[in-house]
Nanobody
Framework: QVQLVESGGGLVQPGGSLRLSCTAS????????IGWFRQAPGKEREGVSC????????YYADSVKGRFTISRDNVKKTVYLQMNNLKPEDTAVYYC?????????????????WGQGTQVTVSS
């Protein structure tokens, strides 16, 4: 059983940067893909990015391509989401989760072991 904890959120001005971390407990982490999602008030949860277990495959939502970078450190059991050039529309609670497979999956409902989320607010 994998448990995931997000951290690194905060308040940042437009154009600023944040790095989110998703840290896991549980010995199966290295064999699992990890995805980042976000949910803004009044909106559905949406996928932001995903990285396969070996980091050989990464995926990004069109809205964040070129601005966000996902990476992982399997020794530290942590997945990172580097977010640059942040925009007000990036404001949301960010979550990480796993599809419990080595490869990424397309649907939000394919993911399990959701963390508690970390708030990202982009505002001047």
């Amino acid at each position: 059983q994998v448990q995931l904890v997000e951290s690194g959120g905060g308040l940042v001005q437009p154009g600023g940067s944040l790095r989110l971390s998703c840290t896991a407990s549980g010995f199966t982490f290295n064999y699992l893909a990890i995805g980042w999602f976000r949910q803004a008030p009044g909106k559905e949860r949406e996928g932001v990015s995903c990285i396969s277990s070996s980091a050989s495959n990464t995926y990004y939502a069109d809205s964040v391509k070129g601005r966000f970078t996902i990476s992982r450190d399997n020794v530290k059991k942590t997945v990172y989401l580097q977010m640059n050039n942040l925009k007000p529309e990036d404001t949301a609670v960010y979550y990480c989760a796993t599809p419990e497979t080595s490869g990424c999956r397309a649907g939000v409902t394919d993911f399990r072991s959701w963390g508690q989320g970390t708030q990202v607010t982009v505002s001047s």
